[in-house]
């Protein structure tokens, strides 16, 4: 293996002090098969002039990903690191063929003392008898203090060179009343102890695990299955009676402060921005919460002194020893808080002097990082409010095939000059947070749906419209990122994924079972969120931009997954794989339900008796169970991505079984009614996630039966559309919205004619001209649209991007096709036969599954029932 570059640059004038580096690596297939064979350096320098010596970075490797073979695919690499401002450094990953370059191994103080019963945990110092107790406490709307009480004890889930990982979950629990005490909210906590013991840092997630009302379809603030409460703070307790005390503290821009006063505290309260006080932030009353712009310290009883946004250290000294702390992305999560008293520090996740109470909505969570530190070194916790992010050279990406058609040495051209829009100082993805204040804790890291303004009358103020990760945003970042390296994707990227996972999600197991840990899809189209916060349908919209729809939920047309995946491979965040396996598990129960005898009779009605109907009636309909839309499309993107991530059999076979369901080389094309702008353009997105199959099954050397089935499809799919499809506003008539995100739309017929040129040499001359002449026409219009620099054109063109330039798939050893083997696998008529064979099963399956229970839930959830 050639040793893999890892570049660090200091961009923030930070002298960064043992900062933890999470770095995620590809590594090419068959090169390397266990974790101890790699090893990673730098070159420092030597004792003699111009000397160089390498060293052994202590370093902790895990397996993310692993190839078929069950070489590595993907690595974690977790390691501390100096660097000074404005300071760059390279790192390289190694194949030791011979003895490994040996890291010392460094001895770990028993300083972290856990609750056996309580989210709380003593931190000591690890070279003196200094101790601090600390507790995560959550408190109610009147001030009453929920009792944290475990339901996993606190367990190991992590030893290595860098880390010491422990984590527990539990549940807050309501201690008025008589009798059994009622849980009012879940949390979980995961305590990583860094630096030979020095460092902790604390990652609180706190969980509202009801299901929302949402009566009528609509997701509202205010919600009877809300989470109203006052306040959520760790507080950090020191077991000293020495005194006296001195506090410092760090903020940005004032300048540092020493006191020893009683009390000292620095509240964020808004991000500071000209639009501070956007209707973004609005509660469910409607009013706007943040009181004050940016953010105000207050020491003692001296008038309080303020500022736009900062990024505090709070440091507390007491016989020399020093205890400080800091929130990671404190202002852009506000509303935050650090104080301190003569008794220690208090890190509040949510204040309890902000200026109302917080609501979590049913299925939401809110996941923070807290920091603490042992010691007098002021800068030791300057990293944590900016943290270094590595970039590996394009190049090996590509060597590693980890991103489907991923040319490093490309030339940019047109469709590269777009995308490019998204950085742009003014008109980007990261000036856009700044026109509707896309901060605060429940909006930070989602990207405004600037282009649902396209209709409004000049002069009016934006709507509030948020586009969650939609068309897979993340994924469009982490695919840019790793092409140039630009930090700024890396950091959409990364926000984007810590909001989908907490926010975004519907985290909730009491809900209708076709939305429960669904997706939240954007807010309505051309029309203002409201109260509705990230959640599509709002009671103050009495109609929506869909004829005849005025409420709804998540749903499968609106499911992303390789975002996170790819987010996971890149950060290690485990939040992200947790997503991606529990969207693949919801996309399952969403298409083949969970068998109650209700849900059965219902599937009968909608898809089998319509059927029969046009049985009776003559026709022949397509027997194929799943439509023939994104909706299946993104099912079977959630299932390969569940595949790669876990290398379980059974998600591929399930893929396999609902490409059989839903496509064949004999269709009938006209059946389809592909060129029915408004409800077939989406099959694009199907045969892309076709695609995506066909891919990596030749990249894995699965040439097999099942794979020459979907070939032979797509090549009937594809010829049709080279010789019928046409861009979308040449016959504008059809379209309801007839705006140019409609010519964005068109880059995927584009793409799936370079990948059948790629897949099919006999036509490829035929395929490749007709892909080009379509992309030609997207990136020519757009080159002039006012509408270029839109959220969702953009999105969609990153989401696309890369067949141009490398259409040919990764070689394989390909197997001839058995056309007997295609023929049998199915027919796409309908029969009597198969629909009275379809339509037994499904009373066998209801009747066989059929629980009083569980018929009683199915129907209540439908009925907005308790």
Known sequence: MTPISIQLQEHHGLNRRRERIRCGVPIARSQVHQT???????????????????????????????????????????????????????????????????????????????????????????????????????????????????????????KGLISRRFHTSGYFLDPRGDGEKKAVAHFHCRLDLLDNGQTLAAEICLHNPRR??????????????????????????????????????????????????????????????????????????????????????????????????????????????????????????????????????????????????????????????????????????????????????????????????????????????????????????????????????????????????????????PLISHYNNQYDAIQGFARQFALNGDQRWHELMDDLACHVTDIDIYHTREDRFEYNNGLFWHTDHYLDAHTATHRTFSQHNHTSSTPGQTGGGPAAEHCYTSGLLYHYYLTGNDRSRDAVLELAEWMVTIHEGQGGLLEQLLALKKHDVPKLKDLLKGKTPLKHRYPFTRGTGNYLNALLDAWLLTGESRWLARCESVIQGTIHPDDNLDQRDLLDVETGWSYLILLASLVKYLNLKRQFDRTDGPYQFALSAFRHYAQWMRTHERPFLEDPEPLEFANDTWVAQDIRKAMLMYQAGGLFPDQRTDFLAQGKHWLDQVTDTLADSPEAHFTRVLVILMQNHGPHQQPMPMPCRQEEPNEQEIATLSTPIMTWSHLLARMTRRLISGIVGFRPAREKAWLNARLDRS
């Open 36 to 158: 101890e064979e790699l090893t990673l350096t730098s070159m420092e320098q030597g004792p003699g002039q111009g000397e160089r010596k390498e060293t052994a970075v202590p370093c902790d490797v895990t397996v993310t990903g692993r190839w078929p073979d069950g070489s590595l695919r993907w690595v974690l690499l977790e390691f501390l690191l100096d660097l000074d401002a404005r300071q760059s450094l390279a790192l390289q990953l190694k194949h030791q063929q011979g003895p490994a370059l040996q890291a010392e191994t460094p001895s770990w103080p028993d300083n972290l003392q856990l609750d056996d019963n309580q989210p709380s945990w003593r931190f000591n110092a690890p070279n003196n008898d200094q101790r601090a107790r600390c507790s995560l406490v959550l408190e109610s709307e009147d001030g009453t203090q929920y009792r944290g009480a475990l339901d996993t004890s606190w367990a190991l889930a992590g």
């Open 212 to 461: 929302a009302r949402h009566s009528g379809g609509l997701w509202d603030l205010g919600d009877e299955g809300s989470l109203r409460f006052r306040s959520l703070a760790l507080h950090v307790d020191r077991e000293s009676a020495e005194r006296p005390h001195q506090v410092w503290l760090k903020p940005t821009p004032l300048a540092e402060i020493r006191t020893s006063a009683d009390t000292i505290s620095l509240l964020q309260e808004s991000s500071g921005f000209d639009n501070w006080h956007s209707r973004n932030h609005i509660g469910a009353d409607g009013v706007s919460r943040p009181r004050f712009r940016g953010f105000r310290v207050n020491i003692g009883n001296q008038p309080p002194e303020g500022g736009d946004q900062a990024s505090p250290i709070l440091g507390f000294t007491r016989a020399d020893t020093t205890l400080q702390a800091s929130l990671e992305r404190f202002w852009q999560n506000f509303p935050s808080k650090l104080g301190a008293d003569s008794d220690g520090l208090v890190i509040e996740l949510f204040p309890g002097d902000a200026a109302d109470c917080h609501e979590l909505q049913g299925g939401e969570r809110k996941t923070r990082t807290a920091y603490l530190h042992w010691g007098n070194d002021t800068q030791a916790l300057d990293w944590t409010q900016q943290p270094l992010r590595p970039v590996l050279e394009p190049a090996h990406v590509e060597t590693c095939q980890v991103f489907p058609h991923f040319q490093a040495d490309a030339r940019p051209g047109a469709l590269e000059g777009l995308i490019r829009r998204g950085l742009d100082p003014d008109t980007g993805f990261l000036a856009k947070r700044k026109i509707i204040d896309e901060y605060g804790w429940r909006n930070f890291g989602d990207l405004f749906a600037d282009h649902e303004t396209l209709y409004q009358e000049p002069g009016e103020p």
